[in-house]
């Protein structure tokens, strides 16, 4: 494999030496460059031509987000964030993933301190996975095909239409929710529950962006809370998102936690995408879709396997327009997709499975 070249760009010293030992230490990273600011970070990127721009958030002068945007607008590669875990981080983050951020990672520090053990592993993981992304081949990955019409999605539809929607995103996920979700009309007749990974403290104000843009309602689950028709619910970090069905005219969302001991194939990630999938297949059978997007790792695959098995109809997102192709990978080859589609496809491919009919 070809050496993946880094620059470094942070207004701290002492990030700068901290991050840059990081990526060295790891073999096939090389660290082509630093930069104390957003507008050396420009030059660089323009004489360096870095595979992967590592950027903090906080910088005087031109700040990240800028940066980040100058860099997309004229030299688009894959930047991974580093910001930090405060409420005014989470709304950073989700600006710069919404400006086309690669990823972003949270840095645990003081002003003179970095945890480096835990920075360091999700630092090189995201850093692989950029490197192996589409973003890194081509210039125009910002560039999208329209969906194609309803008529034109489906082929064939399921006899019994589903009742539910269970969708699970990792890596890439922030930007392509933003993407499909406001695809989707203000009548539309399922709930659809959704499992993002991300950091505590960021899946409130993620929620709230959503449904600022979308016409269906999009919310942070709530505990023992009734499921409605036509509601987005997505499940705050931190915690496992579930269903309990007591009728056939009544649905609760069950949040919480699981140990590893009795949970331990589905609890690298809380939320997990499994967890939830397994309970929407036990409880909706067959009236179950189950739906897998763009994310590192292979979350998700048995809970997609799960609807698949009780006869529900299961979707996962093409390569192409995936920012990292793991999790759909991880279920194509098992097999238990239903269907293959683009991501802009995605909404058409639902509303044609539900068998939405726009309103006069």
């Known amino acids: 494999m070809k050496t993946v070249r880094v620059l470094v760009v942070d207004d701290s010293a002492f990030m700068r030496t901290a991050l840059s030992r990081m990526v060295s230490s790891e073999a096939g990273f090389e660290v082509v460059a630093t930069a104390c600011s957003g507008s050396e970070g420009l030059e660089k990127v323009a004489s360096f031509d870095p595979d992967i721009v590592i950027l903090d958030d906080e910088m005087s002068g031109l700040n990240g987000l800028e940066t980040l945007r100058c860099i997309m607008d004229r030299f688009p590669r894959p930047v991974i964030m580093v910001n930090a875990e405060t409420g005014e981080g989470a709304e950073q983050t989700l600006n710069a993933l919404a400006s086309g951020a690669f990823d972003c990672v949270p840095k645990h520090l003081s002003s003179t301190s970095l945890d480096i053990a835990h920075v360091r592993q999700d630092l090189i993981a995201k850093i692989r996975a950029a490197a192996q992304s589409p973003r890194s081949r081509t210039s125009d990955f910002l560039s999208r095909k329209r969906p194609r019409s309803l008529v034109e999605a489906f082929d064939s539809v399921s006899t019994i239409p589903p009742a539910i929607v269970a969708l699970g995103t ?19 007749s399922v709930p659809m529950l959704i499992v993002q990974h991300m950091p505590p403290g960021f899946s409130g104000p993620f929620a709230q962006r959503l449904n600022t843009l979308c016409s269906v309602t999009v919310q942070e689950a709530i505990h023992r809370e009734v499921i409605q028709p036509g509601v987005v619910y997505i499940a705050p970090a931190g915690r496992h998102m579930t269903v309990e069905r007591p009728s056939d005219a009544r649905t609760i969302l069950c949040l919480g936690t699981y140990s590893l001991d009795t949970h331990s194939d589905v609890c690298l990630h809380i939320p997990s995408v499994d967890v939830l999938m397994k309970s929407v297949a036990e409880a909706f059978r067959n009236r179950a879709l189950g739906v897998i997007m763009t994310g590192m790792g292979s979350d998700g695959a048995q809970g997609m396997k799960a609807i698949h098995r009780m006869g529900g109809l299961t979707i996962g997102q093409d390569e192409a327009s995936c920012t990292v192709y793991g999790m759909p990978r991880a279920c194509a080859e098992l097999g238990i997709l239903s269907r293959v589609v683009p991501l802009l496809d995605i909404p058409a491919h639902i509303l044609r499975a539900t068998r939405y009919r726009k309103r006069a």
Do not use: R
């Open 170 to 188: 990792s890596t890439g996920g922030p930007q392509a929710l933003q993407e499909i979700l406001p695809l989707f009309p203000a009548d539309f």
